[in-house]
C-alpha cells in the first residue's frame, strides 16, 4: 500500500502526461535552439551579445511580473475541480488573471520607462536602449501566455498547452528564418521582434481556450485574494531567483568586460536551457501528485527513485562533454570556440539543478516554500559576489564555475533537510479550508 502513489505516480496517466510535457517542451526549446542558430550565425559576436542581453530583461520582468502565481493557479483550481466546485475554480482563474494583466501592463510600462537608464547607466551600451524599449512591450505577452499555461495545466489540459507552446516556437523560427533567408539578412532589432511578439500567438490562441472561464459573473470564494498571496509569496521569491540566476553572469561579464564576452557566455546558457525545461516539466507533472502524499515512507521511496532518474539524465548527458568542441564550432562557427570551456561547466552545473529539482518537488509538497526561497535567494548573492570578485581572475569562466559549486552545496542542504523532515513519521501538511460558497 505504501507504494501504491509512487506506482500511480510512474506508470498509467501520470507517466505518459510526463512524457508528453517533457517531449513537447524539448521539441519547442529544439525550434527555439534553431532560432538563436540562425541569429548567432547572422550577427557579429558582439551583437549577439546585445540580443542575449535584451532577451534576459524581457525575461526576467516577465517572471516578476507572474508574482510566483503558477503553482497557487494550480494547486487552488485544481482543489475546487476535486470537490466538484467549478464555479470556485473559475473564481480562482478570474482572479488570477485581473492580478497578471494589472502587474504585466506596470512591469512593461516600468521597464520602458526605465530603458536609457539602464542602457547608458547601469552598461553603458546607449545600443541597448531601443531593445529595452522592444522587449518591454513583449513582458506582457509572455506574462499572460505563462498565464494560459498554468491554467491549462490545472485542467490537466497538458496536451494543448504543449501545442501552444510549439506553435509559439515555431513562430519564432518561422519569423526569423524568413528575415533571414527571403529578405536576405537580419539586424539585432529584428531578431529580439521575433521573440517578442510570437507569444502573442500563444495568448490568442489560449483565450479561445478559457474565455468561457474567465469571466464568471462575481467570485463565489471568500479571503480568496488573501489566500492566493500567502501561498504565492514564497514561489515569487524562489522563481525570481531561479530564473535571475543563470543570467547574472551574462550581466557581471557585460558590465566588467564588453558584449562580445556577453555573447560568448550567452550562447552556452542557451545551449544548458534544455535542463531547466526538462526540470519544469518533472515540476509541472509531478507536483499535483507528490502533494496528495502524508505518509513519510511516500516521500522517502519518491526521493531514491527521483535521485535515481536524476542519476540517469546526468549519464546521458555527460557524453556532450566530449563532443561539445566539435559540434559548437560545427553549428555556431570557430568564432565561438571559446564557448566550450563555458559550456562544459555550465552542463555539470545544469545536472545539479535537475536533481535538485526533484527533491524540491518534495519541499514544496510539505509546504516548506520558504527554505527553497531562502536557498535560492542565498545562491543569488553569492553568485553576484562570486562573481564581481572572481571574474577579473577567471574571465567569462568565473560565473559557470561558481554556478556549478552553488547547486551542488544546494543539493546536499534540500536533500539533507528533506530527509531529516521526513525521518519524524508522518508529514503533517496543512489541509485547505473549504469555504462554501454564498
Not at 52 to 67: F, Q, T
Request: hydrophobic letters at 55%; aromatic letters at 12%; charged letters at 15%.
Amino acid at each position: 500500500m505504501k507504494n501504491s502513489n509512487i506506482v500511480n505516480l510512474v506508470t498509467s496517466r501520470s507517466a505518459k502526461d510526463l512524457s508528453l510535457v517533457i517531449t513537447g517542451n524539448v521539441s519547442a526549446a529544439g525550434l527555439g535552439f534553431l532560432a538563436v542558430l540562425l541569429i548567432s550565425r547572422e550577427l557579429s559576436v558582439s551583437d549577439f551579445g546585445l540580443f542575449n542581453m535584451a532577451l534576459s530583461i524581457m525575461i526576467i520582468v516577465s517572471r516578476l511580473a507572474e508574482l510566483g502565481m503558477e503553482a497557487p493557479i494550480v494547486k487552488f483550481t485544481s482543489s475546487y475541480l476535486a470537490a466538484n466546485r467549478a464555479a470556485d475554480a473559475d473564481s480562482v482563474l478570474r482572479m488570477a488573471f485581473r492580478i497578471r494583466l494589472a502587474t504585466a501592463l506596470i512591469f512593461a510600462v516600468l521597464t520602458f520607462i526605465a530603458a536609457d537608464m539602464i542602457s547608458t547607466r547601469l552598461y553603458d551600451y546607449p545600443d541597448l536602449a531601443p531593445l529595452i524599449k522592444l522587449v518591454s512591450s513583449g513582458v506582457l505577452g509572455i506574462a499572460v501566455f505563462g498565464y494560459i499555461r498554468s491554467a491549462l495545466h490545472a485542467y490537466q489540459l497538458f496536451r494543448r498547452s504543449v501545442m501552444l507552446q510549439l506553435l509559439v516556437d515555431l513562430a519564432k523560427f518561422l519569423a526569423v528564418a524568413a528575415m533571414i533567408f527571403l529578405f536576405r539578412g537580419i539586424d539585432t532589432f529584428s531578431a529580439v521582434s521575433a521573440f517578442v511578439f510570437a507569444p502573442l500567438l500563444g495568448v490568442l490562441l489560449g483565450f479561445r481556450e478559457l474565455r468561457g472561464k474567465l469571466f464568471p459573473e462575481k467570485i463565489v470564494v471568500k479571503n480568496l485574494l488573501s489566500r492566493f498571496v500567502s501561498y504565492s509569496k514564497w514561489r515569487f521569491v524562489s522563481n525570481i531567483c531561479v530564473t535571475v540566476l543563470p543570467y547574472i553572469g551574462i550581466f557581471m561579464i557585460a558590465k566588467m568586460a564588453d558584449s562580445k564576452a556577453a555573447g560568448i557566455y550567452g550562447l552556452a546558457v542557451n545551449l544548458t536551457l534544455i535542463f531547466p525545461i526538462i526540470t519544469s516539466s518533472l515540476v509541472t507533472v509531478l507536483l499535483p501528485r507528490v502533494s496528495r502524499f502524508r505518509q513519510a515512507d511516500e516521500f522517502r521511496y519518491y526521493l531514491k527513485v527521483a535521485l535515481k532518474v536524476s542519476l540517469y539524465i546526468a549519464i546521458a548527458a555527460l557524453p556532450m562533454l566530449f563532443i561539445s568542441d566539435k559540434i559548437i564550432p560545427f553549428f555556431f562557427g570557430e568564432r565561438y570556440l571559446e564557448t566550450v570551456p563555458i559550456f562544459n561547466w555550465l552542463l555539470f552545473s545544469a545536472i545539479a539543478t535537475a536533481t535538485n529539482g526533484t527533491i524540491r518537488v518534495a519541499l514544496f509538497s510539505i509546504e516548506k516554500p520558504n527554505v527553497v526561497a531562502s536557498v535560492d535567494t542565498l545562491k543569488i548573492l553569492l553568485m553576484a559576489s562570486g562573481c564581481y570578485i572572481l571574474i577579473p581572475l577567471f574571465g567569462t569562466l568565473a560565473p559557470a564555475i561558481l554556478a556549478l559549486i552553488l547547486n551542488i552545496c544546494a543539493i546536499f542542504f534540500t536533500a539533507v533537510y528533506v530527509f531529516r523532515h521526513i525521518s519524524k513519521g508522518v508529514i503533517a501538511v496543512e489541509e485547505e479550508e473549504f469555504v462554501q460558497p454564498y
